[in-house]
């Protein structure tokens, strides 16, 4: 027992040192009483619980329960936990190039990332994963989910998700991959002077990227954002975003308990790169700085967002220490952030203008049977042939060049890029 006492005293005086600008304490008796709660239930657990199980053991699945019940994102992480965090954040890693999270219990995938295993597997936002491998997720924390879908490049890995719309659960092979993504691409619109940009995460290089992208296309007309499957990444980069099309103003504030420490992040007229008119597309799958980036463009009214509701992520989270040689941490969320409207993005997500599903664009067909040359019997097949010979030619001649262009075939198949070329024509006609 004294043991126990000892480690909720080290508890006590650590909690005291991080977070000393607590909100009015609680009357003393009741914190005493508290913690001697705390005390007695580890000690009735190490000593009558059916299992011999050491203290450090107990204390452990304590602090992984309080984490997890406090709220998706905060988690506690043992020496193990933290190692794989380090390797994470400092160097390669196997993964599936997927962001997910905590919706209802549920681990929700928030979004593939374009061109890695997960989005050429077919992964799409709003998945949930019932199982990693043979291993269920009911009950599992975000961290030790993350943790079962690294490895090794190249090994193999199998999902089963449950997707809104199908009948029964799809099992999903793929095999892990150094993930590494190209943020930002820019596209012209065949036959129209518009300029698509496509930001998959806001990495460090997102910002430069946009401007450099922005004064090389000097002569378009209307710009798309297209911010769909995008889960977020370093919020200064967000910052930067806006501020390429927001010459003033608030562009988004950092709240946690304590109202005196509010963080507010302005734009400035220095950084604002065009003032040509925007359309933003967002989906379920668009988190974390995407949405402030949608949510302040909107507030602003400096852009028209297309799509569906985003997924709603707008908390901070901040690894703590809890031992000396920093070897385990709490990864706690601390604040949330806050659009220059007001509005939180927290568990609410960000509402597009103009709602717009995706899929392909719906057009009506000819009655009628068409026939082909090449479905007759006696087709010319040596005619097809060369044709085919100088078609794969050209093809192979264009290929560079087609990859900078998006094709009217491409709209067709995309109801939401679309849709907004036609909303932002209607905005150019309307500066005009």
């Known amino acids: 027992m004294n ?22 304490v609680e009357n003393e008796q009741t914190r005493f009483e508290s913690l001697s709660k705390l005390t007695k239930v580890i000690g009735t657990v190490e000593k009558y619980y059916v299992d011999d199980i050491k203290l450090q053991q107990i204390v452990d699945k304590a602090l992984k329960g309080l984490m997890q019940e406090l709220d998706a994102h905060s988690s506690y992480l043992d020496k193990k936990a ?3 965090m380090s390797i ?46 043979e ?16 490895g090794e490049p190249k090994s193999d890995i199998k999902l089963t998700i449950v997707r809104k719309g199908d009948n029964k659960p799809l099992e999903l092979a793929m095999k892990r991959d150094i ?34 992208a922005i004064k090389e296309n000097k002569d378009a007309k209307g710009i798309v954002l297209d911010l769909r499957n995008n889960p977020g990444g370093l919020l200064n980069q967000a910052i930067g975003v806006v501020d390429l099309f927001v010459k003033n103003g608030v562009i988004v504030s950092q709240k946690g308990r304590d109202a005196a420490d509010e963080e507010k992040f302005e734009a400035s007229k220095f950084g604002t790169k065009t003032d ?5 597309l967002v989906n379920e799958g668009s988190a974390s700085a995407s949405e402030i980036v ?45 659009l220059p409207s007001g509005r939180t993005i927290q568990a609410e997500g960000v509402t ?37 010979d100088k078609l794969k030619a050209e093809e192979k001649a264009v290929k560079d060049e087609s990859k900078k262009i998006i094709s009217k075939d491409d709209l067709q198949n995309d109801n939401q890029l679309n849709t907004s070329l036609a909303v932002l024509k209607s905005l150019i006609i309307m500066n005009k």
């Open 3 to 24: 043991k126990l006492l000892i480690a909720t005293s080290i508890a006590f005086v650590l909690s005291q040192n991080i977070f000393a600008k607590e909100a009015p």
């Open 135 to 150: 291993t269920s997720t009911i009950g599992i924390t975000l961290d030790e989910a993350v943790n079962m879908m690294r």
């Open 276 to 280: 040509l008119p925007l359309v933003v």
């Open 352 to 388: 597009p203008d103009i709602i717009a599903s995706a899929g392909k664009v719906v057009q009506s067909e000819e009655n009628g049977l068409k026939i082909k040359e090449a479905d007759l019997k006696k087709h010319l097949e040596g005619e097809l042939n060369k044709v085919d």
């Open 294 to 338: 949608s949510g302040a463009l909107q507030d602003h009214k400096r852009a028209i967002l297309i799509g569906e509701k985003t997924f709603g992520k707008g908390s901070v989270q901040a690894v703590l220490p809890i031992d000396n040689e920093k070897t385990e941490n709490i990864k706690l969320t601390i604040a949330k952030y806050y």
């Open 88 to 133: 994470q954040t400092q160097g390669e890693f196997g993964g599936l190039g997927i962001t997910v999270g905590m919706r209802d219990g549920a681990l929700t995938v928030i979004s593939p990332i374009d061109d890695t295993p997960a989005f050429k597997a077919g992964v799409k936002s709003g998945d949930i994963i019932l199982k990693i491998n």
């Open 82 to 84: 933290s190692k794989e």
């Open 179 to 212: 993930i590494k993504v190209q943020s930002v691409f820019a596209k012209k619109i065949e036959g129209e002077n518009l300029l698509y940009l496509r930001i998959s995460s806001f990495d460090t290089k997102v910002t430069n990227d946009l401007e450099k």
